[in-house]
């Protein structure tokens, strides 16, 4: 096994600032009727409508087994769309409807807070380098090791 002492492990770190930005998030959200990751799909959305579960769930950093009950609960509220594809019949394109728009527009005041909050603790040389670094940590965890 190879050792490594937990001080030089990023891992924890970098969970952990998820975890304090997803509660973060959470508690924004409270009272808009959105889940977090409601909110992301809807956000997701806004820039691409027309895309599938499929392609929403890449976007979205999200299974399309979890974005398939997202989409379930957003469908049902009215706040999205899904119909068939014009040319893929198996395919369904998904859009914001008005009421899911504007209820994106309440929750994203509130979800906005939280990133300003973050990006002001920091300059915008730091955000940049923090994108780099975070980039290069993505990289080296999927880099073929043979593990």
Known sequence: MEEMPAGERLGFDIKRAEQVLMSA???ALRGTGLSVAQYAALFALQDSPGISGA??????????????????????????ERVP?????????TRITDTGAE????????????ERRMAD???????????ALLGRC???????DGV
């Not at 603790?121 to 994108?131: H, I, Q, V």
């Not at 993505?138 to 073929?144: F, G, K, R, S, T």
Request: charged content about 25%; some cysteine; overall charge positive.
């Open 55 to 80: 392609a929403l769930a890449r976007a979205c950093l999200v299974t399309p087994q979890a974005m398939a009950a997202v989409l379930k609960t957003l469908t049902a509220e009215g706040l999205v």
């Open 138 to 144: 993505a990289e080296a965890v999927n880099a073929d």
């Open 121 to 131: 603790a920091l300059t915008p040389e730091e955000r940049d380098t923090l994108r």
């Open 103 to 114: 209820r994106l527009r309440v929750a994203d005041r509130r979800a906005v807070r939280i």
């Open 25 to 27: 998030k959470s508690a």
């Open 85 to 93: 594809h014009p040319w893929h019949q198996h395919v369904l394109q």
